[in-house]
């Protein structure tokens, strides 16, 4: 009889090829789309995060207007639309007046307009989660990442300062259906050792966890593993910077920032998605490490009877 974590481990594996009909995806994932393929300079990016923060008014600025709240030039604008794809400002404009009227058009419920501080970080939180599941929809990418994640033996977790609950808590799911996996809270040399000797031990990825404020120590960190040999995979709050950046693959959901601390239902979400897809990689060795693990829990008594 297969314990609780097992029978999920079977019932839950990602149908790979699949991808779901969806409903048009948010304005948020939109622009995602529209500004992540292209490597942008730090000005772009700042006029990037500003038109994702502010899409239904900046839709309808002008040039000047534009530059002047984001604080770059009228000329960085242009070459800015020019970056991502566009033949200029009023064409680059264009598109984001039809996503932002597209967001006007989804009027918020009574229920929404009502809601106190508290509902409105949990309404947040539900809509990055809906732009999570659009992102869903082409499960691909997770399935590829969780199959290189699970073949590198070791496999190193980073996930420093306010991030490193989130890579703690992958580490902690990863140790059960994974034969080594290193954590790493911690940054500067001690980071840099363990990514020096992961890869000496034949590791090849990384998965790191890069939450807003991105530390300076978290880039430095990435940079080691990348001139090391290993692959980076992140999980951030957006796939733009220079985390972003230096990442060989990048999975960006929101945070939830209403409150004075960010909460991460989406990127919880994304590594769990993650660790299924490891358990997908090679289920053979998913459920050995699995029935070895409940039987020394049952012997050591690790956890209550319910």
Same mark, same amino acid.
């Given at each position: 009889?297969?314990?609780?974590?097992?029978?999920?481990?079977?019932? %839950?594996?990602?149908? @790979?090829?699949?991808? $779901?009909?969806?409903? #048009?995806? =948010?304005?948020?994932?939109? /622009? +995602? *789309?529209?500004?992540?393929?292209?490597?942008?300079?730090?000005?772009?990016?700042?006029?990037?995060?500003?038109?994702?923060?502010?899409?239904?008014?900046?839709?309808?600025?002008?040039?000047?207007?534009?530059?002047?709240?984001?604080?770059? %030039?009228?000329?960085? @604008?242009?070459?800015? $639309?020019?970056?991502? #794809?566009? =033949?200029?400002?009023?064409? /680059? +404009? *264009?598109?984001?007046?039809?996503?932002?009227?597209?967001?006007?058009?989804?009027?918020?419920?009574?229920?929404?307009?009502?809601?106190?501080?508290?509902?409105?970080?949990?309404?947040?939180?539900?809509?990055?989660?809906?732009?999570?599941?659009?992102?869903?929809?082409?499960?691909?990418?997770?399935?590829?990442? #969780?199959?290189?994640?699970?073949?590198?033996?070791?496999?190193?977790?980073?996930?420093?300062?306010?991030?490193?609950?989130?890579?703690?808590?992958?580490?902690?799911?990863?140790?059960?259906?994974?034969?080594?996996?290193?954590?790493?809270?911690?940054?500067?040399?001690?980071?840099?050792?363990?990514?020096?000797?992961?890869?000496?031990?034949?590791?090849?990825?990384?998965?790191?966890?890069?939450?807003?404020?991105?530390?300076?120590?978290?880039?430095?960190?990435?940079?080691?593993?990348?001139?090391?040999?290993?692959?980076?995979?992140?999980?951030?709050?957006?796939?733009?910077?220079?985390?972003?950046?230096?990442?060989?693959?990048?999975?960006?959901?929101?945070?939830?920032?209403?409150?004075?601390?960010?909460?991460?239902?989406?990127?919880?979400?994304?590594?769990?998605?993650?660790?299924?897809?490891?358990?997908?990689?090679?289920?053979?060795?998913?459920?050995?490490?699995?029935?070895?693990?409940?039987?020394?829990?049952?012997?050591?008594?690790?956890?209550?009877?319910?």
């Amino acid at each position: 009889m297969p314990s609780p974590q097992q029978a999920r481990a079977q019932a %839950s594996a990602i149908t @790979v090829g699949k991808t $779901a009909p969806e409903a #048009g995806a =948010s304005p948020t994932s939109q /622009l +995602r *789309e529209l500004f992540d393929g292209p490597r942008l300079s730090p000005g772009h990016r700042r006029i990037a995060q500003y038109l994702i923060e502010h899409i239904t008014e900046a839709a309808f600025l002008s040039i000047t207007d534009l530059a002047e709240r984001v604080g770059v %030039s009228q000329p960085s @604008v242009t070459r800015f $639309a020019g970056a991502v #794809g566009f =033949s200029g400002y009023p064409a /680059l +404009r *264009e598109k984001l007046q039809s996503i932002a009227l597209g967001a006007l058009g989804s009027p918020s419920t009574p229920a929404e307009q009502r809601a106190n501080e508290l509902q409105a970080a949990v309404d947040a939180e539900i809509e990055n989660l809906e732009n999570l599941r659009r992102d869903f929809a082409d499960p691909d990418q997770v399935i590829r990442i #969780g199959r290189a994640l699970s073949d590198s033996t070791p496999l190193t977790v980073m996930g420093l300062r306010i991030s490193a609950s989130l890579a703690e808590y992958f580490a902690y799911g990863a140790r059960r259906i994974h034969p080594d996996v290193r954590l790493v809270t911690r940054g500067g040399t001690v980071a840099y050792d363990a990514m020096l000797q992961s890869r000496e031990a034949g590791g090849t990825w990384v998965l790191a966890f890069g939450m807003p404020r991105h530390a300076q120590e978290s880039l430095t960190a990435v940079r080691v593993a990348r001139s090391a040999g290993l692959k980076v995979a992140l999980i951030t709050d957006l796939g733009l910077g220079p985390l972003a950046d230096e990442a060989d693959v990048v999975f960006a959901t929101g945070t939830g920032s209403r409150l004075v601390f960010d909460s991460y239902a989406a990127p919880g979400l994304m590594a769990a998605a993650l660790l299924q897809a490891m358990t997908d990689a090679d289920p053979e060795r998913t459920q050995a490490r699995l029935e070895e693990y409940e039987q020394i829990a049952d012997q050591h008594q690790f956890f209550l009877k319910d």
